[in-house]
């Protein structure tokens, strides 16, 4: 048995293979984010963009957002958007811009998430009056 086990690993190097330069875990958001909105989504890139945005800062996200908005509105895939608004808000809870964003790309792909869309504008609306009455 273990003969067999060895043979599989002759000629490897040791520890784990160099992942290809073109592998989606060597990728940016960005660059994961419009795979995802073409036609080479797989698998394999959808978790590739899952860990990514996952670890992702604010600024990353709303970047990518902002260039996948402007490229193709409906490119990326609802999931997708909707996983990276949801961590760029949590990074940012009082981004009144963001969340008017976030809330007005919710409820484009309503009406599951229309409730939800109109908290994240109430919330947008009262962290704006808050700042009108104490503006320093």
């Given at each position: 048995?273990?003969?067999?086990l060895?043979?599989?690993?002759?000629?490897?190097?040791?520890?784990?293979?160099?992942?290809?330069?073109?592998?989606?875990?060597?990728?940016?958001?960005?660059?994961?984010?419009?795979?995802?909105?073409?036609r080479?989504?797989?698998?394999?890139?959808?978790?590739?963009?899952?860990?990514?945005?996952?670890f992702?800062?604010a600024?990353?996200?709303?970047?990518?957002?902002?260039?996948?908005?402007?490229?193709?509105?409906?490119?990326?895939?609802?999931w997708?958007?909707?996983?990276?608004?949801?961590?760029?808000?949590?990074?940012?809870?009082?981004?009144?811009?963001?969340l008017?964003?976030?809330?007005?790309?919710?409820?484009?792909?309503?009406?599951?998430?229309?409730?939800?869309?109109a908290?994240?504008?109430r919330?947008a609306?009262?962290?704006?009056?808050?700042?009108?009455?104490?503006?320093?």
């Amino acid at each position: 048995m273990r003969a067999f086990l060895d043979a599989g690993t002759k000629g490897r190097p040791e520890g784990p293979p160099e992942p290809e330069p073109s592998a989606p875990e060597c990728m940016s958001l960005l660059e994961l984010a419009r795979l995802l909105a073409g036609r080479e989504y797989s698998e394999r890139v959808a978790s590739a963009y899952v860990e990514v945005v996952t670890f992702a800062s604010a600024d990353e996200i709303v970047a990518m957002l902002e260039v996948m908005l402007e490229e193709d509105w409906m490119g990326l895939p609802v999931w997708a958007r909707n996983l990276a608004f949801r961590l760029a808000c949590l990074q940012r809870p009082e981004d009144v811009e963001l969340l008017r964003v976030a809330a007005a790309d919710l409820h484009a792909f309503g009406p599951d998430w229309d409730a939800i869309a109109a908290e994240m504008r109430r919330r947008a609306d009262r962290l704006d009056a808050a700042r009108e009455q104490d503006p320093s």
